[in-house]
């Protein structure tokens, strides 16, 4: 029978190390929120591949409606005979993005594929090109997407040059001392000292950070950036791939701020696992590109579609805007109580279900404790449980567990996380009594 770690020494001979693993178990099947190994070993899922499962695996109807692809059309290429079910999704999207200007849409495969085109798209339709991004954000790893990446290991060190006219500035952090009014102080400075605001494309911001530790935007930073995109004729794009789709109790997490973002990216949990992404935006502004300017050969591919049209429903039909909602009260709940407990947890933060743990040394939020989150991941795997770091400092537990998980199977999950900690950390608990 194969097993773990066979695969992990085939794996270290025939694939490139620049793709990490977070853990070396292998996954061979996979059910809502459980995942077992080639080994029968069973985990609850906190991951969802990084956010893509928010309708949990292999949910029934999304597996169904690919069936029915299947059978019916895999490929055409939307560029050269059309079908349906791309036209329908983008109705759909349409129809769920935020603010009342009409709007259009366009698919693509991967997250960092809809970044680029937004920023292409911004690009033609201002005739500028510079882009402002956040320290800390993670926009992918293509070249013009790792360029907006606020992170320079392991995404930006050794792949340069970089895309020119792309600043960053710091974004809004409480826990570490960065409030909104320095984050809009840095634009202001970067607009007197380097930058003059009308040769500014865009202005790109994830509402919660994820890659980047689920740091979250507060509202009225969201209110005074659309306000400074407006006073510049600066597109505002709203990266809400990992944040959307339910996940934080909203549709999308701009929604909390009331701000209509010009242009938005989507992806990840917008198919349920099938590659699928999508730009959103301003009618006006996603026609400013002339046919033939933007798309690609797999673009909006009939199965991705399928399995979005399906995940819409699900979203809708099961309540998982709602469902979101509850899950991160009691993520909240339980973990603020750990962090009574824990010294090691220096914040509990969250929107929604979007909810993460910091880890420092001493409860003190300039000392991350990198070391302990790594710990922390392998030894939830050990007892069960697949959980991923993040954060700038690599100090972030984040939680991404499908929203159609059960209350048992997320109580389930969180005991298994509280006692790889509690193992972990052990003296430390004690010497707090
Ligand atoms: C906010 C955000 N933008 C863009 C991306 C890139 O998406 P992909 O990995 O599908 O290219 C990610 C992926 O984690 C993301 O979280």
Redesign the pocket.
Same mark, same amino acid.
């Given at each position: 029978m194969v097993n773990n770690s066979d695969l992990h020494r085939r794996r270290a001979a025939a694939v490139a190390r620049g793709i990490a693993n977070s853990l070396s178990v292998y996954a061979q099947r996979a059910e809502n929120a459980e995942l077992w190994d080639v080994e029968g070993r069973r985990y609850i899922d906190f991951a969802s591949g990084?956010?893509v499962l928010n309708t949990g695996h292999r949910h029934p109807r999304v597996v169904a409606a690919l069936q029915q692809q299947l059978g019916e059309l895999t490929h055409a290429c939307f560029q050269v005979t059309p079908y349906e079910s791309y036209v329908a999704l983008c109705e759909r999207l349409n129809a769920l993005a935020p603010g009342q200007t009409p709007k259009k849409s366009i698919l693509f495969s991967? *997250? $960092? @594929?809809a970044?680029e085109n937004a920023l292409k798209i911004a690009r033609y339709h201002t005739r500028r090109s510079a882009v402002i991004a956040f320290s800390g954000a993670?926009? *992918?790893?293509t070249l013009a997407?790792m360029t907006l990446t606020g992170k320079v290991q392991p995404y930006k060190a050794g792949f340069g040059p970089m895309l020119p006219d792309v600043f960053h500035v710091p974004f809004p952090c409480a826990y570490h001392g960065v409030t909104a009014q320095q984050s809009l102080s840095a634009i202001e400075q970067l607009f007197k000292s380097d930058l003059d605001p009308a040769r500014v494309a865009a202005l790109i911001i @994830?509402p919660v950070q *994820? @890659?980047g530790g689920f740091y979250i935007a507060p509202p009225e930073f969201l209110r005074s950036l659309r306000a400074l995109c407006d006073q510049h004729g600066i597109v505002l794009i709203a990266?809400e791939?990992?944040s959307g789709f339910a996940r934080t109790g909203r549709m999308f997490a701009f929604e909390y701020s009331g701000v209509e973002p010009d242009l938005m990216?989507v $992806?990840?949990s917008i198919a349920g696992g099938v590659p699928l992404?999508a730009v959103i935006g301003k009618a006006a502004i996603m026609d400013a590109p002339p046919p033939g300017g933007l798309g690609g050969t797999y673009a909006g591919s009939p199965l991705g579609c399928a399995a979005a049209l399906a995940v819409l429903d699900v979203i809708a039909d099961e309540q998982l805007v709602e469902r979101a909602r509850v899950l991160g009260t009691q993520l909240m709940t339980r973990l603020k109580a750990l962090q009574a407990k824990c010294p090691a947890i220096g914040e509990v933060r969250g929107l929604g279900s979007m909810v993460a743990i910091e880890l420092v040394k001493n409860r003190r939020a300039d000392q991350p404790d990198a070391d302990l989150t790594r710990a922390l991941v392998q030894a939830s795997a050990a007892r069960g449980l697949v959980i991923l770091s993040c954060g700038i400092y690599g100090n972030v537990i984040r939680v991404l567990s499908p929203l159609t998980i059960s209350d048992a199977l997320l109580n389930e999950g969180l005991e298994l996380l509280e006692a790889a900690l509690t193992d972990l950390t052990a003296g430390q608990m004690a010497a707090t009594g």
């Open positions: 990084i956010s991967t *997250g $960092a @594929e970044v993670f926009h *992918g790893r997407t @994830e *994820g @890659e990266d791939i990992q990216t $992806a990840k992404s």
